[in-house]
């Protein structure tokens, strides 16, 4: 499957169209597949999402069970709190957000930030335990 970039910033557009509260994570665009439809993955065992975040926002702090491996495509002073710890973002760069952690993402910057997920959350959706939680984070 090819996902074209124009394609994925105008579903994004639309995600922001539709607006935003506080109890979403994000707002990011979930990629699959007509065979992966119903369990909204990319494979059996695998989810990716490109995530957004637009400049000034600070997507909430969070945990899950799945690990996170995220690849940044752009965003300007922008970094992530994992575990306590500031992670400055680099243009390509990979974080890895262990599972379990509690993490953040923040966007310094006036740009809209996309960063690509890849989570092994299929077997976590599928199993019904993907312990997604809010959690409150001193700054
Ligand atoms: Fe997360």
């Given at each position: ?56 926002a600070?997507?909430?702090p ?23 710890k ?34 092994d ?15 409150e984070?001193?700054?």
């Open positions: 499957m090819h996902y074209r970039g124009a394609e994925i910033e105008r579903q994004i557009d639309l995600l922001y169209d539709v607006g935003r509260g506080e109890q979403i994570a994000g707002s990011a665009l979930i990629f699959s597949a007509e065979r992966q439809e119903a369990t909204r993955n990319i494979l059996p065992t695998l989810t990716a999402a490109m995530n957004s975040l637009p400049g000034g600070v997507q909430r969070h945990r899950h069970n799945s690990v996170a491996v995220s690849l940044v495509i752009k965003g300007e002073r922008c970094f992530s709190v994992i575990d306590g500031r992670k400055d973002w680099a243009p390509w760069a990979t974080t890895i957000t262990p599972p379990v952690s509690v993490h953040s993402h923040h966007n310094g910057g006036n740009e809209r930030a996309m960063f690509l997920i890849i989570q959350g299929g077997i976590y959706y599928h199993a019904r335990a993907m312990g997604f939680e809010f959690v984070q001193p700054a």
